[in-house]
């Protein structure tokens, strides 16, 4: 029997988060956004502990405005990558973040499911990246796009986990310093 090529477990010194277009016109019009924002500040705050690094891109800010205050605030200094391609891997600014931080392993949350991330997640994994979803860290214009587009990213080879579990999973264990240090941010 065969078993099936399964990826490597998440490890802190591979990840780097990247967060997605999360800008003040799209507030109103994402499904769930409230969701969004709380596990993309629980996933940042996670990361500033344990120095994973993090880019955020700002698609078309002139016309979408820019990163939402609550998520800008949590980042000092908070430097997005503008963009116009709906494939973060389109941007060459982005391209170069990547590279200098060396990351294999990408973790996405933001807006929208269906284009943005979806879009990102393929051209990372042709790029042979890791990459994971935030399911409950992403979402769309409607419930149905959301949905296409987890799936999308699922068949294509992207790996789909909440918040809590990847959280878990870059831990390994209980009792480090690390894991004390964000024993908060685990909590449901």
């Given at each position: 029997?065969?078993?099936?090529n399964?990826?490597?477990?998440?490890?802190?010194?591979?990840?780097?988060?990247?967060?997605i277009?999360?800008?003040?016109?799209?507030r109103?019009l994402?499904?769930?956004?409230?969701?969004?924002?709380?596990?993309?500040?629980?996933?940042?705050?996670?990361?500033?502990?344990?120095?994973?690094?993090?880019?955020?891109?700002?698609?078309?800010?002139?016309?979408?405005?820019v990163?939402v205050?609550e998520?800008?605030?949590?980042?000092?200094?908070?430097?997005?990558?503008?963009?116009?391609?709906f494939?973060?891997?389109?941007?060459?600014?982005?391209?170069?973040?990547?590279?200098?931080?060396?990351s294999?392993q990408?973790?996405?949350c933001g807006?929208?499911?269906?284009?943005?991330?979806?879009?990102t997640?393929f051209?990372?994994?042709?790029?042979?990246?890791?990459?994971?979803?935030?399911?409950?860290a992403?979402?769309?214009?409607?419930?149905?796009?959301r949905?296409?587009?987890?799936?999308?990213?699922?068949?294509?080879?992207?790996?789909?986990m909440?918040?809590?579990?990847?959280?878990?999973?870059?831990?390994g264990?209980?009792?480090?310093?690390?894991?004390?240090n964000?024993?908060?941010?685990?909590?449901?």
């Open positions: 029997m065969n078993k099936p399964l990826p490597d477990r998440l490890s802190a010194d591979r990840c780097v988060l990247v967060v277009d999360i800008q003040e016109k799209f109103d994402i499904h769930g956004m409230d969701q969004v924002l709380a596990g993309t500040d629980r996933l940042i705050r996670f990361c500033q502990q344990l120095e994973i690094p993090m880019v955020a891109t700002e698609h078309y800010p002139r016309g979408l405005g990163t205050p998520i800008r605030n949590l980042c000092s200094p908070f430097e997005p990558i503008e963009k116009i391609d494939s973060c891997a389109g941007c060459a600014p982005f391209n170069k973040a990547l590279n200098d931080l060396n294999d990408v973790i996405l807006i929208e499911a269906h284009v943005c991330v979806y879009q997640a051209d990372l994994l042709r790029q042979g990246k890791q990459v994971i979803v935030a399911v409950d992403v979402s769309s214009c409607s419930a149905a796009n949905e296409i587009g987890l799936r999308r990213t699922a068949e294509l080879g992207a790996q789909n909440g918040v809590q579990m990847l959280m878990f999973e870059i831990l264990k209980a009792g480090t310093p690390e894991f004390k964000v024993a908060n941010l685990l909590k449901d």
